[in-house]
């Protein structure tokens, strides 16, 4: 495993995160999520393979995604050994607290969320999204107040527009407040939006990309025609990548991916890693596999024709993920 800092804070992540959006009880969020029993080989896993970032929300299946994370942190590891990471923002519940980011959500849903985890505090605290309904110096103010109780480390956000993390960032700094370290983007060879504006804001900034759906939700992972798999079938963020437009590109991993005699998430995450902003994909495992894969992909260095075959078939395209998009 490769250790890096991220963004410009002195925060040690590894270069893989392991992504806990996959865990869940039953009834409680998607179809396809992992109870205790199931999540267990992975949690295992990730720890042999020196996985230590991992990356949950409030949100996730009901919030049963963070109780299965504070249970294996406790059944498996030290908690130091771990960052831990979770999110803030959507719906928990119909409350004036139970959404946004006001002052009111973010203490209600920091203390719910360490509930779950079962700890007193959180590495990296994020905001799930922009919150327009709020103003930007009540939310900073607050977070910074989190970071200032020990209940978090750091600071991190989550799919906007680059104008909107400015803002905040700005605010931050208006104030005297806890600034964000890391940014965690939709980025992927189907979804190079980030490219535009928000790649160069984090650069200058010294903040760090950790991209979630680095495969596109699978989509990168196998062949176009081959999409038989438990979650294809229960995931509705599936379908923003099903248009024709990405065959071309789906292809093209393929074909680097039988040249070189490996699986194609390999190379899709390859891609993905050697962008200098990126510190750590991240990784939503349902199987073994899928870990082995994404450490596996650190030791792959892609030549300049294999990029450039990765990367022509690209069409501009809007942003999904925020916005209601």
């Not at 893989?16 to 869940?24: V, Y």
């Not at 980025?187 to 190079?192: E, V």
């Not at 040249?259 to 994909?281: C, S, T």
Request: aromatic share 8%.
């Amino acid at each position: 495993m490769e250790y890096t800092r991220l963004g410009s804070s002195g925060l040690k992540i590894s270069r893989i995160t392991l992504g806990c959006m996959s865990f869940g009880e039953p009834g409680r969020g998607s179809g396809w999520a992992l109870d205790d029993d199931a999540a267990e080989p992975i949690f295992r896993q990730a720890l042999d393979l020196g996985i230590t970032f991992w990356d949950t929300a409030n949100v996730y299946n009901g919030g049963s995604s963070e109780e299965i994370v504070g249970r294996a942190l406790r059944k498996h590891t030290d908690r130091d050994r771990i960052v831990l990471a979770t999110k803030v923002f959507f719906p928990v519940h119909d409350g004036p607290g139970g959404s946004g980011l006001s002052r009111k959500a973010i203490m209600e849903n920091i203390d719910a969320s360490l509930r779950r985890l079962g700890t007193d505090y959180v590495d990296l605290y994020q905001i799930h999204r922009f919150d327009p309904e709020t103003p930007v110096e009540e939310t900073m103010e607050a977070l910074h107040d989190v970071v200032r109780a020990g209940k978090a480390r750091y600071l991190g956000a989550s799919s906007m527009w680059a104008w909107q993390f400015a803002k905040l960032q700005h605010a931050a700094d208006l104030g005297g407040w806890t600034r964000f370290v890391s940014m965690q983007n939709q980025y992927s060879l189907l979804q190079r939006e980030e490219e535009r504006e928000m790649f160069g804001l984090l650069a200058d900034q010294g903040v760090g990309s950790l991209p979630w759906s680095p495969l596109a939700k699978g989509r990168l992972a196998r062949p176009w025609e081959d999409m038989s798999t438990r979650r294809a079938g229960s995931d509705p963020l599936q379908a923003r990548y099903a248009h024709e437009e990405n065959r071309p590109i789906v292809d093209a991993v393929r074909r680097v991916a039988e040249a070189r005699g490996v699986p194609m998430a390999q190379i899709a995450l390859a891609w993905v890693l050697r962008n200098p902003v990126v510190d750590a994909p991240i990784v939503g495992p349902t199987n073994a596999r899928h870990l082995s894969d994404a450490v596996a992909a650190l030791e792959i260095e892609l030549t300049g024709a294999e990029v450039a075959a990765l990367e022509e078939h690209y069409t501009p395209r809007l942003p999904s993920g925020y916005d209601g998009r």
